[in-house]
């Protein structure tokens, strides 16, 4: 007796006999992640993109940013992907067990081009971060908070209390107030040197 050849596949077909290939579906998120992206569209992710959208850099008579928002979220998304790679505390592995902390200067395998680019990189990014904290301590603290920390989802606890009080119409707390003036004093002040 012959054994059974290989079972046909389950779905709808063509008038030809051929499977139907079946629509392409795609995950939308949670209705909270939703919700947040009807809001802020693509620039939720992050602190600065949250205080950029709702008006916070700067925003014209009618409530939208304006462009010199615009650039100052810019600036302060290319400060942070430059310090990450650079200045990022800690040893990480990866399952190959190979080092790959950070993007090292050090590294004798870069060709002389490449290693004077992250020198001088390195520098910029160490010269204005220097520069804020010149300002003050509370400019830096403000400027990590809203430039470089991760707040992919929510925070510093300062934006979402001047997030929540522009969305429903209350007053912000002076201090709250006072963090965002500081990073966006400390933008300003390191703006020439990104430019």
């Known amino acids: 007796m012959a054994r059974r050849g290989r079972p046909r596949k389950a779905g709808k ?13 795609f995950d939308k998120g949670t209705e909270r992640t939703q919700d947040k992206f009807s809001v802020y569209g693509a620039d939720g992710s992050d602190a600065i993109g949250r205080a950029y959208v709702m008006g916070l850099l700067g925003a014209d008579s009618n409530g939208h940013p304006t462009s010199e928002a615009l650039d100052l979220r810019n600036l302060a998304r290319k400060i942070h992907r430059a310090y990450w790679p650079m200045l990022a505390v800690g040893r990480e592995k990866s399952c190959l067990g190979l080092d790959i902390n950070g993007q090292a200067v050090n590294d004798n395998l870069l060709d002389p081009e490449e290693r004077e680019y992250k020198i001088k990189r390195e520098k910029r990014l160490t010269d204005t971060l220097r520069t804020v904290e010149r300002m003050s301590r509370q400019h830096r603290k403000a400027f990590d908070d809203l430039c470089i920390e991760l707040h992919p989802d929510c925070g510093p606890v300062w934006l979402d209390a001047l997030i929540w009080a522009k969305r429903h119409g209350k007053a912000a707390d002076r201090a709250d107030e006072q963090a965002i003036k500081r990073a966006i004093e400390a933008l300003e002040q390191i703006g020439p040197k990104w430019g």
């Open 13 to 25: 077909r063509t008038a030809s006999g051929r499977l139907k290939a079946q629509p392409v579906t």
